[in-house]
């Protein structure tokens, strides 16, 4: 590893995105030798931690049963609340930034609906949507909802002063100035809310599947085979869990860095 870490710091391809992709990748891999050493050296039962064979193992033979959790909990919970939730907090924040009246309603009122526990609120609403997704999307709507809200609002009110009374001395109508001036300038905050939301959608859908849910799921398959001391396959649904997780996120910076191209935080 020292040797590794020598050649990156000398290396004329230092800087570049193979690098950037290596470094994380020979972390990864020497976490997993480590953990796979350590397991089968201190001979620690897998009904306490797995080693990362065994979880790779489970996890070859289970993809059709762990597609259909990703399929339910991702597809159907997580991203269609995640959606919703996210589509109603900019709505919202556009409302706000609107009326100063609505500013000091609406805040607090969604400050106090963020501090309520997930868990519980997330059995109060699968018994209000049903054990299907849509409590599911629901529990993730809540979640979400609050944190794009608030980083909205503050990126709507990023342009300073000086440049609003220039689009005033233009003539331009609020809808002009929100296109043309306010969303552009707060299109780093309306991202920083994106994907702040996009961990908080996958961990609201997995909770809530643990208060009701049919026969699939993460959060299902997780409490179900915790029941029945199957740990490498809960490790299999985690890693499935990560690897989305991480995706989402992935794909809401790309997009990001293709919007706010401009931005200082996208120069490398």
Partial sequence: ???????????????????????????????????????????????????????????????????????????????????????????????????????????????????????????????WFGFDWHSKAAVVVVMVFFPMLVNTVQGLAASDHMQRDLMRTYGASYPQTLLKLRLPAAMPFIFNGLKISTTLALIGAIVAEFFGSPIRGMGFRISTEVGRLSLDMVWAEITVAALAGSAFYGVVAMIEKGVTFWHPSQRS
């Fill in 1 to 127: 590893m020292t040797w590794i870490n020598f050649w990156l710091a000398n290396s004329p391809l230092r800087g570049t995105r193979l690098v950037k992709l290596f470094v994380p990748a020979v972390f990864g891999i020497t976490l997993l030798v480590v953990w796979e050493g350590l397991v089968r050296g201190l001979q620690v039962p897998n009904v306490i931690l797995p080693p990362p064979t065994a979880i790779a193992a489970r996890f070859a033979s289970s993809l059709d049963i762990l597609w259909v959790d990703f399929v339910q909990t991702f597809v159907k919970g997580a991203l269609s609340g995640y959606i919703i939730g996210c589509g109603a907090a900019f709505l919202t924040a556009v409302m706000i930034d609107r009326s100063p009246f609505l500013q000091r309603g609406l805040l607090p009122v969604g400050n106090f609906i963020a501090a309520l526990p997930i868990i519980g609120t997330a059995p109060i609403l699968v018994m």
